[in-house]
């Protein structure tokens, strides 16, 4: 998906032609993200990271995958620093979700919260029609009852959890 950014190629063109590959198949879920959050995948490559270390075998593939998972869960960061923040220092956000994933409420590991964390003081309103907000950031962000509000007066839209209504 990056790739594709880059070079100004759609990814949703070429999404299918990949499951057409009898490995990947016409169900695989190929839909670029920004990392992985939630508990379950970082605490398993954590326990394998920490076995393999007690066995003496090779961990570079698991670095490699933590380390390109943050990397993608910086990538809305990175897009804020450089063309909206460097332009507009004061710009006021409206983010849509806030859960790691669509259809759960949880907020573990959440790509949304990191960038939350992250942008520091700056005017905030969010929703998402599931997930509640950490307790360190409730006093800096304004909860919105539906996504429309949480838009009003916002400069930037930032979509960080892939709801079905908010693609409708």
């Known amino acids: 998906a990056e790739i594709c950014e880059r070079v100004g190629a759609d990814w949703g063109e070429i999404a299918p032609a990949l499951r057409l590959d009898a490995r990947i198949g016409p169900k695989a879920y190929l839909d670029p993200g920004l990392g992985f959050g939630g508990g379950n ?7 394998i990271k920490r076995t393999s270390a007690e066995r003496g075998t090779d961990t ?3 670095d490699a995958w933590r380390a390109n998972s943050a990397y993608r869960r910086d990538w809305a960061l990175r ?15 409206a983010v849509w979700g806030l859960a790691y994933k669509q259809h759960t409420s949880s907020t573990k590991n959440s790509p949304s919260v990191a960038l939350l964390e992250a942008i520091g003081e700056r005017p905030v309103s969010a929703y998402d029609p599931a997930a509640e907000l950490p307790d360190g950031l409730r ?30």
């Open 41 to 47: 995948l970082g605490r398993d490559l954590a326990t």
């Open 79 to 93: 897009l804020l620093r450089s063309d909206v923040f460097e332009h507009t220092p004061d710009a006021s956000l």
């Open 60 to 62: 570079r593939m698991i």
């Open 139 to 168: 006093d800096r962000v304004t909860i919105a009852s539906d996504p429309l509000s949480a838009c009003e007066d916002a400069d930037v839209l930032l979509v960080m959890t892939p709801w079905p209504d908010f693609r409708e």
